[in-house]
């Protein structure tokens, strides 16, 4: 079975940056579209970016500019370049398929972004 493990989180002061990894267990996963997500207290989750197989990438609206997703299939790999970070992006931040699949949910990593 797949696992997809966060990490990277941490606190940041506005304006700063931060590199979310994102490590999948399985080779299939240079063939399947990935994403990053994230939920902040009291809102739905939402997707952050997502990479296809060839490297595309397309990103909300709220990130645009700032982030930038990426993939390493020889290491099985998906990262989140975060940069100008804003309060507004404080939440937990989870990888998974794009599609996301529901079995795939993992801890996520926490990001705090505050003076």
């Known amino acids: 079975q797949v696992q997809l493990v966060e990490s990277g989180g941490g606190l940041v002061q506005p304006g700063g940056s931060l590199t979310l990894s994102c490590a999948a267990s399985a080779s299939f996963f240079s063939i399947n579209s990935m994403a990053w997500y994230r939920q902040a207290p009291g809102k739905e989750r939402e997707l952050v970016a997502r990479?296809?197989?060839?490297?595309?990438?397309n990103y909300a609206d709220s990130v645009k500019g700032r982030f930038t997703i990426s993939r390493d299939n020889a290491r099985n790999t998906v990262y989140l370049q975060m940069n100008s970070l804003k309060p507004e992006d404080t939440a937990v931040y989870y990888c998974n398929f794009y599609p996301a699949r529901a079995m795939y949910w993992g801890q996520g990593t926490q990001v705090t972004v505050s003076s």
């Open positions: 990479i296809d197989v060839l490297g595309y990438t």
